[in-house]
């Protein structure tokens, strides 16, 4: 049922696409391991109301040392997952989204360091999500499932952490949506880590990213197959893909920059035709399509919609008086990472991490990536960005002598 | 059915909104004129295809004189019309949408110059487009409207400069899709225009700007309401008013700044609940929302397929061998404008145009407003932009002293 149209864009027909990409038990589960947590103790979340039934999905790589001081958790972003480093493999449809920066020998060098990465609360790739089971009733939580909040997710992985015996992280570190979990372990636990990388990311979310993320939302709540997010008994084919995939386009023009998109597609047409036609493509638009495809098999448009609302209500100040008294918790240095063509999180954001960390007198350092790919350039930049990580980790343990 | 709810935003209920939004025959003209083109001579189409019964309506302000030498058209952008000038009246919904560039005393000085404005081909406020009259049966157009192109909208503008007795501009100006107007005008009519004033454009749509656009388009298809086009026998209320309003939720992020959005919305929410819900608003999503629905008052969804489709088109270079040959054409000076914060049409693609025109020999000259409000500072910025048109209207008097 897959279609490779000649131009190197492999596209599913409708009817083979999933109404929800979510790994489900009974999935392979790859490299997952599972914590699940005591179901007699409840999950209390920021926004109010009890989560049962929570499991996490979790994967490591390396050794914890007997000292337990070398672990460090690396936080994923909107569309990740566990699998920050690996390959391919039954359970895992996408490689490890940081490989270059996670790794024997790479800068978070797994022979060195004892990684862990979890998948988020309210996510769709192991951990208890909308397409979960209700423990009431073994139904998806779909619409039932509450609002969850980056602070939530930083809970869930502290249970992780003390589950792992690990009292206190070397390093937290992660962009974008990862980089907001990094700030909140550093407010919400300051005891509990040693050092802190944000990276493209912002101390609260600005009105211009929510403007993006809840146009998203609007498109995927116009998908008549999204169904309230009752979908998941619809047939394959019939669930909300076509509103994750216009969702999806919309972050994806925020993800990268104008050069790259000039570079690689031009004015490209899909195929010349006669005259013109509205629905005639160019091949941008084949390629934002064929990713909106991609993420509908592998994620779930409730999930998008959940995480998408985290980091609208993301403000490290919020119930703290505003953020400088958030920032006066924090204990661990900090290296804020900026990227220079990002217009999602522009590099001023990041350079006011820095400098609100300075003033509540913690060592930070501001980086610049300099690079043409836009936001994403934390995904793609490695060898930049880790160079940046290495210097970073070698100052930590100049300190630490 | 309009209510206010008490913070500024004036929503109309649902059901009050138009299928669409368009100007129809029977309506109040306001200051329009109409211009029928010759029943026996089609208009034929830049990517085949005639178009028969078209209608132009088009508005025009201050005295043509004698020597017919003081004619400037002004080109409208996207969901700009006829109305440059002006108050909101019967049958202008909108005041005129240059009132600080365009009227008596302003930088294009209605005392001095003869204005003149034409609603685009394709668009819905008294030009011929998808929501006229078929001539065959009097029914919508609706899909069976052939796709446009920036040059047919130009050469029905020279319909009306023929109409009107007008041989040659003396000066053609616009901002974005009406700045790809300014730039055909000089490339298709080289002996009828004495200036030019691309404003906040390109020669060309970047790979970008379609992925924009088309996102916009594909929110349209996806809204059941839009009926492959299909809509206008719809009851009030049952139009694709939200999958038009998702487009212009897409557009309006492009049209403006981070800046201007944090300074005017920031964080605030619409009304704080106990805890946290999905679907609770930010002041910006509500903002975004009240922009979509003015704007499916006053639109209509094919025409906004239509014209987005015409600037993913526009290429100055399209079928003349390349931008240098297309710029080569060019005899009048030409001042290009830019925007320091505009993240839809970047000032390096207006610099282009500047450094494109210069190398075809053409006095060529590049100027950059310097404003926080992004794209939509060519109809805000008044001030600044109507001081650097008076001095290239200054220098073309004295060129031609």
Known sequence: MV????????RAHPSA????????????PGRRKFLELPPDRP?????????RGVVLAYETWGELSPERDNAVLVCHALTGDSHAHGRIEAGHPTPGWWNGIVGPGAAIDTE???VVCVNVLGGCQGTTGPASPHPDDGRPWASRFPVVTIRDMVRTQAAVADHLGIERWALVAGGSMGGMQVLEWGVMYPERVRALLPIATAAAASAQQIGWWSSGRRAIAMDPRWRGGEYYDAEPGDGPHEGLAI?????MMTFRSDDVFTQRFGRQVVEPVEGYSLWQRFQVERYLEYQGDKLVRRFDANSYLLLTKAMDLHDLGRGRNGLRPAFARLRAPVLSVGISSDILYPP????????????AGVPARYAELD???????????????????REFLASLEDDHD
């Open 43 to 51: 999950f209390a979340l920021e926004g109010g109301g009890l989560l």
């Open 247 to 251: 969702a999806r386009m919309i972050s």
């Open 17 to 28: 696409l999933p109404v929800t990409g979510a790994w489900r038990p009974g999935d392979p």
């Open 112 to 114: 060195r360091w004892f």
């Open 371 to 389: 690079s043409p790919h836009g936001h994403d350039a934390f995904l793609i930049e490695t060898e930049q960005l880790g160079a940046v990580i």
């Open 348 to 359: 001023h954001q990041s350079r006011e991490i820095a400098e609100l960390a300075r003033e």
């Open 3 to 10: 279609t490779d149209d000649g131009l190197g864009f492999r």
